[in-house]
């Protein structure tokens, strides 16, 4: 016998839609971290960073308002704190102000991982048929592909490059 826990959790349109609030979750975090590099980085690359991080933080806000917006169009219910919000599990932010490298990175890391779990997402919304979540996993994932490149030109290259 099949309870009603193991159907929700077999059901790919709540799992799909857990997923969404989830990414809600993590682009309220995310938005935060940016907020913290922006007002901390400091050195050599205080300026473009600071002016990379003020792009990014702009577009995380308009993004996070268009999830919550498109959350609420399918009568879900949003997170209701502050905690619940930026309940995430991605990488945090170094303490030591001074690796600017390390915020730069993880900013850049955690924007590639939001980048794949919207990925993900469209995968789901692409197998229910539901196209305008699929249309907004796609647009959010973009955002954070590019976000994560941009971040990741303002670090040293550690490559090797052909002579």
């Known amino acids: 016998m099949v309870t009603k826990m193991a159907k929700m959790k077999m059901d790919p349109k709540a799992t799909c839609y857990c997923h969404l609030v989830q990414l809600l979750r993590d682009t309220s975090y995310l938005l935060n971290q940016t907020y913290i590099v922006h007002w901390n980085v ?6 473009s960073i600071h002016k990379l991080t003020q792009k990014s933080y702009e577009e995380l806000q308009d ?13 879900i219910s949003t997170p209701m704190t502050v905690e619940d919000l930026n309940r995430s599990s991605m990488e945090n932010i170094p303490l030591d102000y001074a690796d600017q490298d390390g915020m730069i990175r993880t900013l850049a890391i955690n924007n590639n991982l939001l980048a794949e779990s919207f990925n993900l997402l469209a995968e789901e919304a692409e197998a229910m048929g539901d196209q305008l979540t699929l249309d907004l996993a796609i647009e959010r994932g973009r955002a954070h592909k590019k976000f994560q490149w941009l971040l990741k030109s303002n670090l040293d290259c550690t490559c090797q490059h052909s002579s």
């Open 63 to 75: 993004g996070l308002d268009v999830i919550a917006e498109h959350i609420r169009s399918l009568d």
């Open 42 to 47: 400091m050195g050599s690359k205080f300026y």
